[in-house]
């Protein structure tokens, strides 16, 4: 095995954490609605990422979830979301009992296509989902101008992608909302947590009430202005996430440096394609670094086998998945709406050849980054 064997763990942590848990711990406030802490981490994330209101919860899927239930979206509604990404994507849009509809992605990017995604608007969409895969921001002009020109919500699914920024700005706020993920292998973690972000005061109000049982901001314990859910963060997460939020700029530079480095040594090997650079993306979030590779099956194996053990296949695309195909049908037959069938080649061919490195293999050494490009290249062309 190569100088990669030893590469960090995640998540890294240290007496911060463990100080900031301590201190939730002996306030006896464990919960938002008595404690400050949650309030507080929502203030500095919305202030990270630039936008004007942060709503944090359990997860990243029921962030998704919400986001669409504050811009409306309901029963039998269409919301478009890409097929290659993780299922709480189009998930989230059922639980809220609308149709997701699998638009084709770019396979030089693995990003929704903001063509094919205008070519599956019906009467029936309210919303696109734009995800920014592995930390890549999404071609968020096109996306905006597609919303607008339909009077559609756009969604930024930035789960993978804290820090990360288009054109100057960071994602999150540059669409109608933006959801985030805190889950363990995320770039910041609590072990699960989420939030959605958005410059609206309207929507921010919505997502409160949402996730606080229908409760108002500032309104009575007993006072229930719609019907919402208890999604709230508790302190000790958010204790953590301030900790890990501090923590973000220096890890996210490692991680930029180390993704350029294996970018520059692997850009020219026959059989690996890369994604192109785009202007545009002004920070790119590192939580997955994306390599095609066709014969990848191979290579994967011999990847293991060198000790690069956390290698992942990628997703296996969603408008291919039995469970959110029949759950989406149950809907349409029951409304008597048509089903949207999904064509989606590039999905499926970028789901036979592309590999993914997670996030904590550029948290390494130099020296490290160097041996992983070196094994990589030895077993694509072997």
């Known amino acids: 095995m190569g100088g990669h064997a030893m590469m960090p763990d995640w998540p890294e942590y240290g007496d911060e954490e463990a100080k900031a848990l301590l201190e939730v711990l002996n306030s006896g406030h464990w919960g938002s609605t008595s404690g400050e802490v949650v309030a507080t981490f929502e203030r500095e994330f919305a202030e990270y990422q630039q936008a004007g209101h942060a709503v944090c919860l359990v997860n990243g899927t029921l962030a998704i979830a919400i986001a669409l239930r504050a811009a409306g979206v309901g029963i039998g509604d269409e919301v478009i979301v890409p097929p290659y990404t993780f299922i709480a994507t189009a998930s989230a849009a059922l639980f809220v009992g609308a149709v997701p509809v699998f638009a084709d992605i770019d396979p030089d990017t693995h990003l929704l296509d903001p063509v094919a995604a205008e070519a599956a ?104 202005e719609t019907v919402g859910y208890n999604l709230r963060l508790t302190e000790f997460q958010a204790a953590i996430l301030r900790v890990q939020l501090r923590r973000h700029p220096r890890l996210q530079e490692l991680r930029e440096r180390n993704a ?123």
């Not at 805190?182 to 949402?210: C, H, M, P, R, W």
């Not at 089903?339 to 550029?362: G, H, K, M, R």
Request: proline fraction near 6%.
């Open 260 to 382: 350029r480095l294996l970018t520059e040594l692997l850009s020219d090997v026959d059989g690996i394609q890369l994604a192109p650079e785009d202007p545009a993306i002004t920070a790119h979030g590192r939580h997955l670094f994306l390599l095609r590779i066709p014969g990848r099956d191979a290579v994967l194996e011999s990847l293991t086998a060198a000790g690069i053990t956390r290698v992942s296949p990628g997703y296996v695309p969603l408008h291919r998945n039995a469970a959110v195909l029949r759950d989406s049908q149950a809907i349409t037959t029951r409304l008597n709406q048509p089903y949207p069938e999904a064509n989606c080649p590039n999905a499926d061919q970028v789901s036979t050849d592309t590999i993914w490195l997670p996030q904590p293999y550029l948290l390494g050494t130099e020296d490290q980054t160097r041996s992983i490009a070196t094994t990589i290249t030895k077993a694509v062309t072997a």
């Open 121 to 224: 608007v019906t009467s029936r969409t309210k919303a696109v989902v734009v995800v920014h895969l592995a930390g890549r921001p999404a071609d968020m002009d096109a996306f905006r101008a597609l919303g607008a020109r339909h009077g559609l919500t756009v969604i930024e699914d930035a789960a993978q992608a804290h820090g990360a920024a288009y054109k100057g700005r960071p994602v999150g706020a540059i669409g109608d909302l933006g959801t985030f993920s805190f889950q363990s292998s995320k770039n910041i973690t609590a072990g699960e947590g989420g939030a959605v972000l958005t410059d609206s005061a309207e929507l921010a109000g919505a997502l409160y009430s949402l996730v606080n049982v229908g409760r108002v901001p500032g309104g009575g314990w007993y006072q229930h």
